[in-house]
């Protein structure tokens, strides 16, 4: 039954026709076959020439590529002529309408519907058609046959331009900006089944085009209104954005989908595209006579954005590991578009909140209509993540001024960036331009353009006379336009010595005081010149409005040659009134904001759904470690001494002789060592010393005299004090005996001074402290300075691009502190502080500077602390700018200042003057009972041993917060020799009841020693209940050999711990018994 016959509704497929001839059903088999062998050859050819396995498979993944790409491009043509086709039911769809694919006449009111215009191009379609088969084939075909003789065979053998015409899916019109002309927006959307075939028979090459698709908005000016047909001056048209373009190839030009070279074919031909319709080129059609057609086709630019793009937040981290599992970071950049005009920032690696400082300056041709495009990616070694994007309409920046804001980024889940956009006007008078100049001294960009002041435009128009070539030929010139650095080429006029360019530049200066503009007209091989020009700005701006539009004769060149130029200045500049400003919202629906065919919308610059995302919050103050500020300081008076040793001896001590002694001081790891006072066993020093100290628990001054020797010093004597009798006491002025030697006292007066914040004390204690002098020159300190150093925040980047690695150096007089280096970062932090004496706080100044690891300067900051003595209770704590880098470079401290308050400021009278009342006020010396210094034969001042006997010294308290027990051994005195050398003493204990060994401790040994120095600490982990059940069992003993008849048990000691407050800790002498209780 024939084919036709079959019942409709009938659902599986029909067999085979069985009246097919044998001959159509052969032919079928062997189509078959051949296909299949077609598809085997490669494989085997393979397999016959060596070649390796990959190479079969590289040409499969072309090839696999090439088909996927073709078979997208076919899919897009076919869905974008259904669109246009079915215009109507897809605007009433609620499926579309969902997905914002509907025509910009949809979305927005201000763009009108002219479906008149699409019935009269559809029309008209197929005569249009035949005018460009014609211009082909009669005009364009003979011109490329003519240029190269390659090409001599070269013929369009198919022009169709198919049934689908142009539509242009809306038309905006502004009339608002200028009253003589006409501005109109074209929404152009074309996807037709154009077929185009070319071949060159020379070399049986086939090629061509089987749909296109071209997707843009078209702006056509019409200007000037005039008072005669045709009404306008002239048409002018471009594209203020490049416009999408999609093209299914045939023939040998098939190759150009293979994957890679498909987009690399696409740019090319949209530069081909850009370099004459997309801004700032433009295509101008003059329809009257005597038209000046230059400044139509090259205006003036509207104005100048001046981009400052600062940093970004909360980007999605792309680089993650284990398939993203561990979510790692990104390497973030930022690509930046005002129409041709692209910038690409710098990367940051391993940052989700980078931060780029970085300023560019663009030139805006056409406002309302353009818009900045930033592109945020991540950088990779193949192919860059995608980190999102933001729009700014250019027109909102021009109505506000300065923008500055966060912007929220498009089509990524998460991220903002934070952008300041300034506009700049164009002013024709230099009177504000060294305003401008000294403007942008102050401002510091990392890019190595400084910021601009002026903008030039030039129209370079033609040429008359020029030199002829060698052999009297005909020249092809070209003209180079040089300032500065930059060099921009005109196009080439070939054959000609009257070359037309009509070609226009235009160059950012930053002083045209200083500047030259220099021409270089030069054949088209740049190696014969044909004349120069050199012209200063200056004579530009003694012109009127900064213009010069006139012929110009040629140096070095024929004495006719000349040469048509415009110049116009124009000095840039931001007005005084401007403030950033939150441009107004404008309401979108949502959706990505795309009209059809996937031209952007007008978009809001605040983000989705026209909030702007609020600036991060930095902390107004500084938050210190509580102990911050909690140092004291410890004023130590070395007076004299009396009874000293003599040392040097004559004649093997037969004569007596003297010493010549100093003192060294130790504390907190600071030394402190006096003059040397010659041959005087009672010394007077008078010598001053001040450090500042943290207030920690047996914390001791150490005192040793030595007598000066030309080889090695001899002691004289040595004592210590423990910080905590001279806080408590606050003044001490007492002789100290010297300990290990037979005799000897030093005469100290020791201040734990206080530190108060009363400014009108601080007079007195200056007025008393201008009264003393002191042997070795110091000026006592009137007052402590502490200050923290958290953070700074804005820090300018390295000349290479790459965030510092920022260090601050802190200095007071002399004195310098430095701070660690952070990582990378334009907003580093320290927090760390640092303490310094000060002498006279009204006339000091503090400083800090901040450089990068390498040396580079990143800022400075001088604070007076006169300031300091200003502030509510002497603390200043806030950020405070930095000089010498960007305006927004800050850095966070805190200074604290507290006067030192000494009670001898007080005045002093003597104690049996009774009757002075009024000469001032008496202050007692504090003598403790338990300090009798005359008898002294230990370090301690801790404890008397009048009676001599064996001692040893334990400090033993309970950590809650650890939940440890502390036991230290710090030394013994007067114990009992064990021979004729005196003793090798160590120190064992165990706590019992426990006998285990986790319990037993032991100190080294000390050599010949009766009065031996552990100070050695043993820890255990007992809870403070555990604690108290024990009970210390210790032994010092004298180590002997195994031998030996030396007694090895000096003394012991038993001690329950529940006797002892283990919180607060004991620091104690105990004696020792030959035998336990």
């Given at each position: 039954m024939p084919a036709s016959d079959a019942d409709p509704g009938s659902v599986a497929a029909a067999p085979a026709p069985p009246d097919q001839l044998p001959g159509e059903r052969a032919v079928s088999v062997l189509w078959s076959f051949g296909k299949c062998l077609a598809a085997l050859l490669p494989v085997y050819l393979a397999g016959y020439y060596g070649f390796s396995i990959s190479v079969v498979l590289f040409v499969l993944m072309i090839y696999m590529g090439w088909k996927h790409g073709r078979l997208e491009k076919m899919l897009r043509l076919k869905s974008a002529m259904y669109l246009l086709e079915n215009e109507t039911k897809i605007t009433t769809s609620k499926v579309f309408r969902t997905k914002m694919d509907m025509p910009p006449w949809v979305n927005f009111p201000d763009v009108e519907k002219v479906e008149w215009i699409n019935k009269t191009l559809q029309q008209a379609w197929p005569f249009i058609g035949q005018f460009l088969e014609k211009l082909l084939v009669e005009t364009i075909a003979p011109a490329i046959r003519a240029s190269s003789m390659h090409l001599q065979t070269l013929s369009f053998t198919k022009v169709n331009i198919g049934d689908?015409?142009?539509?242009?899916?809306?038309?905006?019109?502004?009339?608002?900006?200028?009253?003589?002309?006409?501005?109109?927006?074209?929404?152009?959307?074309?996807?037709?089944?154009?077929?185009?075939?070319?071949?060159?028979?020379?070399?049986?090459?086939?090629?061509?085009?089987?749909?296109?698709?071209?997707?843009?908005?078209?702006?056509?000016?019409?200007?000037?209104?005039?008072?005669?047909?045709?009404?306008?001056?002239?048409?002018?048209?471009?594209?203020?954005?490049?416009?999408?373009?999609?093209?299914?190839?045939?023939?040998?030009?098939?190759?150009?989908?293979?994957?890679?070279?498909?987009?690399?074919?696409?740019?090319?031909?949209?530069?081909?595209?850009?370099?004459?319709?997309?801004?700032?080129?433009?295509?101008?059609?003059?329809?009257?006579?005597?038209?000046?057609?230059?400044?139509?086709?090259?205006?003036?630019?509207?104005?100048?954005?001046?981009?400052?793009?600062?940093?970004?937040?909360?980007?999605?981290?792309?680089?993650?590991?284990?398939?993203?599992?561990?979510?790692?970071?990104?390497?973030?950049?930022?690509?930046?578009?005002?129409g041709t005009q692209i910038f690409t920032s710098h990367h940051v690696d391993n940052n989700l909140n980078p931060q780029w400082r970085e300023m560019y300056e663009v030139i805006v041709h056409e406002v309302p209509g353009q818009e900045l495009e930033v592109e945020v990616f991540d950088k990779d070694p193949d192919q860059d993540d995608f980190l999102g994007r933001v729009k700014v309409d250019l027109d909102i920046v021009k109505k506000a001024r300065v923008v500055e804001d966060w912007f929220n980024l498009k089509d990524v889940p998460t991220g903002s960036v934070h952008l300041r956009l300034e506009w700049l006007s164009l002013l024709s008078s230099a009177d504000r331009l060294s305003e401008v100049i000294q403007k942008?001294?102050?401002?510091?960009?990392?890019?190595?353009?400084?910021?601009?002041?002026?903008?030039?435009?030039?129209?370079?128009?033609?040429?008359?006379?020029?030199?002829?070539?060698?052999?009297?030929?005909?020249?092809?010139?070209?003209?180079?336009?040089?300032?500065?650095?930059?060099?921009?080429?005109?196009?080439?006029?070939?054959?000609?010595?009257?070359?037309?360019?009509?070609?226009?530049?235009?160059?950012?200066?930053?002083?045209?005081?200083?500047?030259?503009?220099?021409?270089?007209?030069?054949?088209?091989?740049?190696?014969?010149?044909?004349?120069?020009?050199?012209?200063?700005?200056?004579?530009?701006?003694?012109?009127?409005?900064?213009?010069?539009?006139?012929?110009?004769?040629?140096?070095?060149?024929?004495?006719?040659?000349?040469?048509?130029?415009?110049?116009?200045?124009?000095?840039?500049?931001?007005?005084?009134?401007?403030?950033?400003?939150?441009?107004?919202?404008?309401?979108?629906?949502?959706?990505?904001?795309?009209?059809?065919?996937?031209?952007?919308?007008?978009?809001?610059?605040?983000?989705?759904?026209?909030?702007?995302?609020?600036?991060?919050?930095?902390?107004?103050?500084?938050?210190?470690?509580?102990?911050?500020?909690?140092?004291?300081?410890?004023?130590?008076?070395?007076?004299?001494?009396?009874?000293?040793?003599?040392?040097?001896?004559?004649?093997?001590?037969?004569?007596?002789?003297?010493?010549?002694?100093?003192?060294?001081?130790?504390?907190?790891?600071?030394?402190?060592?006096?003059?040397?006072?010659?041959?005087?066993?009672?010394?007077?020093?008078?010598?001053?010393?001040?450090?500042?100290?943290?207030?920690?628990?047996?914390?001791?001054?150490?005192?040793?005299?030595?007598?000066?020797?030309?080889?090695?010093?001899?002691?004289?004597?040595?004592?210590?004090?423990?910080?905590?009798?001279?806080?408590s006491a606050q003044l001490i002025d007492l002789w100290y005996t010297l300990n290990d030697v037979k005799s000897g006292r030093v005469h100290l007066m020791l201040e734990w001074l206080p530190r108060v914040s009363d400014l009108p004390r601080l007079e007195q204690i200056l007025q008393y402290q201008s009264q003393q002098s002191y042997q070795n020159k110091v000026v006592p300190s009137t007052a402590v300075l502490f200050v923290y150093v958290e953070r700074a925040h804005g820090l300018p980047l390295k000349k290479n691009g790459k965030e510092p690695k920022a260090g601050a150096e802190i200095i007071l007089k002399g004195v310098t502190h430095k701070t660690k280096i952070c990582e990378r970062s334009t907003s580093p932090r320290w927090d760390e502080a640092f303490h310094y004496l000060v002498r006279d706080p009204r006339d000091e100044i503090l400083t800090v500077k901040l450089s990068h690891s390498s040396g580079q300067t990143l800022g400075s900051l001088t604070l007076p602390l006169r300031e300091v003595l200003l502030e509510p209770g002497m603390v200043l704590d806030r950020w405070l700018s930095l000089d010498g880098v960007l305006p927004e470079s800050q850095i966070l401290l805190r200074a604290t200042l507290r006067i030192l308050d000494t009670q001898l400021a007080a005045g002093r009278r003597d104690p049996g003057d009774a009757g002075n009342e009024g000469t001032g006020e008496f202050i007692p010396r504090w003598v403790p009972s338990h300090l009798d210094l005359r008898h002294r034969s230990g370090f301690s001042m801790a404890g008397d041993n009048a009676n001599g006997a064996s001692q040893v010294k334990l400090t033993i308290a309970h950590s809650p917060e650890e939940s440890r027990l502390f036991i230290t051994i710090h030394s013994c005195r007067a114990l009992a020799a064990c021979s004729k050398d005196g003793a090798d003493p160590y120190v064992s204990f165990i706590l019992l009841p426990d006998k285990k060994a986790t319990t037993k401790r032991r100190t080294g040994t000390k050599k010949r020693d009766l009065n031996p120095e552990f100070n050695e600490r043993f820890d255990f982990d007992f809870t403070l209940e555990e604690s108290t059940q024990r009970r210390l069992d210790l032994s010092v003993k004298n180590s002997v050999s195994f031998m030996s008849r030396e007694r090895d048990l000096i003394g012991k000691l038993q001690l329950d711990l529940d006797q002892i407050d283990l919180k607060a800790g004991v620091t104690q002498w105990y004696d020792l018994v030959a035998e336990a209780n």
């Open positions: 689908k015409a142009l539509r242009v899916a809306g038309v905006k019109a502004h009339t608002e900006n200028d009253k003589r002309q006409v501005m109109l927006d074209l929404y152009l959307s074309y996807a037709g089944d154009v077929e185009v075939n070319v071949e060159i028979k020379k070399y049986f090459c086939k090629a061509g085009v089987k749909g296109i698709q071209l997707h843009g908005m078209l702006r056509v000016i019409l200007e000037p209104l005039i008072g005669d047909m045709p009404l306008v001056g002239a048409v002018t048209m471009f594209f203020i954005r490049r416009p999408k373009l999609d093209i299914n190839w045939t023939g040998l030009t098939n190759l150009l989908d293979i994957p890679g070279l498909n987009a690399m074919s696409d740019t090319l031909i949209m530069d081909a595209i850009a370099s004459h319709l997309v801004l700032p080129n433009r295509l101008t059609v003059p329809l009257v006579a005597d038209l000046h057609v230059a400044q139509l086709r090259s205006p003036l630019p509207r104005g100048v954005v001046r981009i400052h793009l600062l940093e970004a937040e909360d980007l999605t981290a792309k680089d993650t590991i284990i398939k993203g599992l561990i979510d790692g970071k990104s390497d973030p950049y930022a690509v930046l578009r005002v942008n001294q102050d401002l510091t960009s990392k890019t190595a353009d400084p910021p601009s002041a002026a903008i030039l435009a030039i129209y370079l128009d033609q040429a008359y006379d020029l030199p002829m070539r060698k052999g009297n030929k005909d020249p092809s010139p070209i003209v180079q336009v040089s300032i500065q650095d930059t060099t921009k080429e005109s196009k080439t006029c070939y054959g000609t010595n009257r070359p037309v360019w009509e070609d226009a530049f235009t160059f950012f200066i930053q002083d045209p005081r200083q500047t030259d503009i220099d021409f270089q007209v030069k054949d088209d091989d740049r190696a014969l010149s044909l004349g120069s020009l050199s012209i200063p700005l200056t004579r530009i701006m003694a012109t009127p409005d900064l213009t010069m539009d006139q012929w110009f004769h040629l140096e070095n060149s024929d004495s006719a040659s000349r040469i048509y130029i415009k110049i116009v200045l124009r000095v840039l500049w931001l007005s005084d009134d401007a403030t950033p400003t939150t441009p107004s919202p404008r309401p979108l629906s949502s959706g990505s904001g795309m009209g059809q065919g996937g031209i952007p919308a007008e978009l809001n610059p605040m983000g989705p759904g026209g909030l702007a995302k609020p600036p991060p919050t930095r902390p107004q103050h500084t938050t210190p470690d509580p102990e911050f500020a909690t140092e004291g300081v410890l004023r130590i008076h070395l007076i004299e001494a009396q009874n000293l040793i003599a040392k040097d001896n004559f004649m093997g001590g037969i004569v007596k002789g003297k010493s010549d002694p100093y003192v060294k001081i130790r504390v907190a790891g600071i030394t402190f060592r006096s003059h040397t006072i010659k041959e005087n066993l009672n010394p007077l020093w008078n010598e001053l010393y001040e450090v500042i100290l943290t207030q920690l628990p047996g914390q001791e001054i150490h005192f040793e005299l030595f007598d000066k020797d030309i080889d090695q010093d001899d002691f004289l004597g040595r004592f210590k004090i423990n910080l905590r009798d001279i806080i």
